[in-house]
């Protein structure tokens, strides 16, 4: 199996970045799809939807639009422990990703075991399912077709940050522009009532 121990390993930079607009385009259509598909009654477009623009900065960082997960028949994605090399009570459970589908079938031949399948999913999608699964530590992307020597670790909890520090932003300026249209609204009663004509000019309004 790949060793993500391996200190050639990356950390994912920061979100901040210029997309190629043929990219942005493919991702939008991701996001577009998985909204779609998504339950309309549990929230999960509206979360989508909210936490696009962290997905696509994350997902612009990495080399494929879609990758390669082992899983189970049962749909359960492969779980893996790590054992740091010079604190070995330390350890950390990750998930593969791989950028190519022969790398990703040449792992799951080394486990022997029949019942595991390789998936293809895309990017966004992986991203999204992350942040919600609180038994993984890490997901570990493999771009290389060469193999598994060099990956890019995507730290969940920090995953998660990014996404909390980014909805508090929108909510910050959901509220700033809220307190904006009060004001507005106090200064000119007018705006508060938008179905009432204002008056012609040189003419007032008893209402």
Same mark, same amino acid.
């Given at each position: 199996?790949?060793?993500?121990?391996?200190?050639?390993?990356?950390?994912?930079?920061?979100?901040?970045?210029?997309?190629?607009?043929?990219?942005?385009?493919?991702?939008?259509?991701?996001?577009?799809?998985?909204?779609?598909?998504?339950?309309?009654?549990?929230?999960?477009?509206?979360?989508?939807?909210?936490?696009?623009?962290?997905?696509?900065?994350?997902?612009?960082?990495?080399?494929?639009?879609?990758?390669?997960?082992?899983?189970?028949?049962?749909?359960?994605?492969?779980?893996?422990?790590?054992?740091?090399?010079?604190?070995?009570?330390?350890?950390?459970?990750?998930?593969?990703? +791989? =950028?190519?589908?022969?790398? @990703?079938? $040449?792992? #799951?031949?080394?486990?022997?075991?029949?019942? %595991?399948?390789?998936?293809?999913?895309?990017?966004?999608?992986?991203?999204?399912?992350?942040?919600?699964?609180?038994?993984?530590?890490?997901?570990?992307?493999?771009?290389?077709?060469?193999?598994?020597?060099?990956?890019?670790?995507?730290?969940?909890?920090?995953?998660?940050?990014?996404?909390?520090?980014?909805?508090?932003?929108?909510? +910050? =300026?959901?509220?700033?522009? @809220?307190? $904006?249209? #009060?004001?507005?609204?106090?200064?000119?009663? %007018?705006?508060?009532?938008?179905?009432?004509?204002?008056?012609?000019?040189?003419?007032?309004?008893?209402?």
């Amino acid at each position: 199996m790949p060793n993500p121990e391996n200190p050639d390993n990356q950390q994912l930079p920061a979100i901040e970045t210029l997309i190629d607009p043929q990219v942005a385009q493919q991702l939008d259509d991701q996001i577009a799809e998985l909204i779609n598909d998504a339950p309309q009654d549990g929230g999960m477009p509206q979360a989508v939807s909210m936490l696009s623009s962290v997905l696509k900065a994350i997902a612009a960082k990495l080399e494929h639009l879609h990758y390669f997960i082992i899983q189970t028949q049962a749909g359960d994605w492969l779980l893996t422990t790590l054992s740091h090399r010079d604190l070995p009570e330390v350890s950390k459970r990750v998930i593969y990703a +791989y =950028g190519d589908r022969t790398v @990703a079938n $040449v792992e #799951r031949l080394k486990l022997d075991d029949p019942k %595991l399948i390789c998936v293809e999913i895309g990017v966004i999608d992986l991203l999204f399912r992350l942040i919600g699964l609180q038994a993984v530590d890490s997901l570990i992307v493999f771009d290389s077709v060469a193999g598994t020597t060099n990956g890019t670790e995507i730290v969940r909890a920090e995953l998660q940050q990014m996404c909390e520090k980014h909805l508090k932003r929108l909510q +910050y =300026g959901r509220s700033k522009l @809220a307190e $904006v249209q #009060r004001q507005r609204a106090a200064a000119d009663p %007018l705006l508060a009532r938008p179905n009432q004509p204002r008056p012609p000019k040189g003419f007032s309004s008893i209402a």
